[in-house]
């Protein structure tokens, strides 16, 4: 069993991924609305029992962000534990209740990130657990055509 040290490398090498290859590709893509935005949170939970195992600032997320970033991420990867036969959040999308895409089911893991446009929080989401080989790219494909975002292909060609 590894002990906690090593678990938190593994957890910060994660992180540092997502903060310094898939952030700044999402900045530079072509399709990114709001290129500004450049900060968010990421959140990692069990499947099986939807306990968060982690919640990373991402980036230097302004302070009148970081509340509602924070709840976004959470509510999205619980409300899709709530699902479970969901792989995606945006099959429980409800935008007059404040309920978007932005969260992914793997075979062990919930992970959620919000921060950007919901189709790039979803977008980083699939590139970073495909990175690490969480899903494969051709369940990847399936929740990106469930919520018909093109941004996925984008971003995962540029990171």
Known sequence: MLNVIDRMKG??????????RIIPAIIN???NPKPYKRSGYLTIRRKSDGRVIVLFEIGDCPQFKAK?????SMEKGGRL????GHIS???SRDPEKG???GAIATNELIV???GFTESLDEAAVLVFVTFFGWISDKQAGKIAK???NFDYASLRDRV
């Open 89 to 91: 959040s945006w099959q």
């Open 81 to 84: 534990f709530h699902h479970p």
């Open 29 to 31: 893509l072509r399709e």
């Open 11 to 20: 957890l910060f090498y994660y992180v540092t991924h997502f903060e310094q």
């Open 99 to 101: 309920r978007w895409g």
């Open 112 to 114: 959620s990130f919000s």
């Open 68 to 72: 509602k970033y924070f709840e976004l």
């Open 146 to 148: 469930i919520s018909n």
